[in-house]
């Protein structure tokens, strides 16, 4: 009897210690999922333009790897998932398997990363997309072999931006440059950690600017990138872009690639727009964006010449949420948008990116052009405060060519393409635009082209795609013509006869 009741207490210790364990490691799992204290910290910025592109590449290269890798650090993270559902790529790996896989479904991956020291005290600048899958246990690798747990000071989807902090004082800090100073052709070093193999520099040109390639996955993305040739490789996301002097000029963010390894197509984050999301993170917990309350497109060289423009250049203003920024500011449908705060804007995302750095309460001066007429217009800018506000920023830069399957449309065969789109001037209400229209086509002869608006066939409303299809299929079936009615793109009527 004494010798069976010495196993069951040796048992049920056991059973306690197993217990005993498990509080352990909940508790200091959830100490580690703690945010950081939100205060202001030091970011040292650049005053100086950058005065080394006349020294030697190859003395300059080692220079700034020497300045610029003890500012670069190496991040993991630690991920319970199940195996199937892991990424079957470089940036993850499975821990071996331990006794409590026996007991337990779920394993662990190590997700890695790379990030840039930004003060003294241990502000780190990453990608979301490093950290976003972390359920805290996130760990800080500096270039001297020091590692440091780090908390998620906060995470900004959007730009596919994070903030980390680790328990420091005394750290490298990188020098913050001006990426508005950079240009195509200039000279840049990437530093990383790509495959796991820690403080990697490379080195290239920036290939282009402004690049919107629709890799962040969020309604409310904005994406200017940086492109460059500087080998970028899975691992080296969070790491550091900088110029030949040394400076921060962006954040390395994603490649473009067919086989998972660089192919010499890289993106990072212009640095103004990093620093910008890191101080808000740091300072308020949160980005304090304000929004311009507007629809825009950009102008081709076809929307040039209707608009009667010597140059191709500007962002149209083609729909204003009532009682929006601009709205207020006296914007106007049809202006033409052509510097923000004195920047020259041609593209949707050149706009976007110049709002994103103000905050609300600001108030941005916007050269556009009326009538013929350039012109000043000065817009105090508001938050998002409604609804109707994030739909109209959603919908900030919306081109028909790059959003295929977002609207209705059906081709013609007489030679047009028409597509169903929210009204110019009534979010409430759709019209049947021309987006397309075949040279040499019937349409074409009888003198439909893109941007007329259908609003009768033979006499009759029109209301949807489907009304228009309907009327038409039965009007050529029966009489091989058809009446259309149009508003042409400077708002005349006209009636147009099509025969089949």
């Known amino acids: 009897m004494n010798a069976h009741q010495n196993i069951i207490t040796g048992f049920l210790i056991f059973c306690l210690g197993i217990m005993i364990g498990a509080l352990i490691i909940i ?9 950081s204290e939100v205060h202001i910290s030091e970011i040292t910025r650049s005053s100086e333009p950058n005065s ?3 020294q030697s590449p190859s003395i300059l290269f080692k220079e700034v790897a020497d300045n610029v890798t003890p500012t670069v650090v190496y991040i993991e993270t630690t991920i319970p998932v199940n195996p199937d559902g892991v990424p079957d790529s470089g940036d993850h790996e499975f821990e071996d398997e331990q006794f409590w896989d026996r007991f337990l479904p779920r394993r662990r991956a190590q997700s890695m990363g790379s990030g840039v020291l930004i003060s003294t005290d241990g502000y780190i600048i990453t ?15 500096l270039s001297d072999k020091r590692r440091y747990p780090a908390k998620i000071v906060g995470r900004d989807t959007s730009t596919d931006l994070a903030v980390l902090k680790i328990d420091e004082r005394d750290l490298p800090a990188a020098i913050v440059g001006n990426s508005d100073n950079i240009g195509v052709g200039d000279w840049v070093i990437a530093v990383g950690n790509p495959f796991r193999l820690k403080s990697t520099v490379t080195a290239g040109i920036i290939s282009a600017l402004d690049r919107d390639v629709n890799i962040i996955n969020d309604e409310l993305r904005i994406e200017s990138f940086i492109q460059t040739d500087a080998a970028i490789n899975r691992g080296n996301s969070g790491g550091a872009l900088v110029n030949n002097s040394g400076e921060l000029i962006g954040i390395n963010t994603a490649i473009a690639t067919e086989n998972g390894s660089s192919q010499g197509y890289g993106f990072a984050i212009p640095i103004n727009m990093a620093i910008k999301v ?9 980005v304090n964006r304000p929004y311009l309350g507007v ?16 140059n191709i250049r500007g962002v149209e203003i083609v729909n204003l949420v009532e009682d929006g920024s601009a709205y207020l500011g006296g914007i106007e449908v049809d202006d033409i948008v052509l510097e923000v705060n004195g920047i020259h804007v041609n593209e949707p995302n050149e706009l976007q990116v110049q709002i994103a750095l103000m905050s609300p309460g600001d108030v941005v001066n916007l050269r556009v052009l009326r009538e013929g007429e350039e012109i000043e217009v000065d817009v105090q800018l508001k938050g998002l405060e409604s609804e109707l506000d994030q739909w109209a920023r959603s919908e900030e ?7 295929e399957g ?18 110019s001037r009534d979010f409430n209400e759709l019209e049947l635009v021309i987006t397309n229209v075949e040279e040499n086509s019937e349409a074409w002869m009888q003198g439909l082209r893109i941007d007329f608006v259908i609003t009768k066939v033979n006499g009759n409303y029109v209301e949807n795609l489907g009304d228009l299809s309907n009327d038409i299929g039965q009007s050529l079936s ?23």
């Open 27 to 35: 508790y200091q799992n959830n100490g580690n999922n703690l945010t």
């Open 52 to 54: 080394a592109a006349s």
């Open 127 to 141: 990608n979301n997309h490093v950290v976003a899958q972390s359920e805290g246990d996130v760990s800080v690798g």
């Open 278 to 286: 890191a101080k808000d993170l740091i300072e308020l917990g949160e």
């Open 295 to 310: 629809q825009i497109s950009p102008i081709d060289h076809e929307r040039a010449n209707r608009l009667g423009l010597q």
């Open 397 to 403: 830069d919306l081109r028909f060519e790059e959003n």
């Open 406 to 423: 977002l609207f209705e449309e059906q081709y013609f065969e007489f030679g047009i393409t028409v597509t169903e789109l929210t009204h």
């Open 478 to 500: 029966e009489s091989n013509s058809l009446n259309l009615t149009v508003l042409t793109d400077n708002g005349t009527e006209e009636e147009i006869e099509i025969n089949s």
